[in-house]
């Protein structure tokens, strides 16, 4: 691993925010140690198993919603959403988005 990945690796896992890496089509990318720990998951594979629109908001639309506005202006800032825990407890977090481009 180059030295620039590692620092990008370490400032991801560290920060104190529940961050996360998903697809247009709902799975999970990547998510940092706060994201796990706000949500109460053990594992980054629980939650990679998950379907993001069916298993972790509370209404599906609220996603849908967020995926066409991000095509339009590129990013979707302090959205709020109702997001569902491991253990079925609900919260309500602002989530912003980025539009972001890979090789697929």
């Known amino acids: 691993m180059h030295k620039s990945e590692q620092r990008y690796s370490a400032l991801f896992e560290e920060m104190h925010e529940a961050f996360y890496i998903s697809s247009i089509d709902g799975s999970f990318g990547a998510v940092n140690q706060a994201a796990l720990r706000v949500l109460g998951y053990d594992s980054k594979a629980k939650m ?16 849908q919603r967020v995926m066409e506005e991000i095509p339009k202006k590129g990013y979707e800032k302090d959205n709020e959403v109702h997001l569902r825990k491991k253990d079925g407890g609900l919260i309500t977090a602002l989530e912003t988005c980025h539009k972001r481009f890979d090789a697929d």
């Open 48 to 63: 990679f198993a998950l379907g993001i629109p069916r298993d972790f908001y509370v209404n599906p639309k609220e996603r």
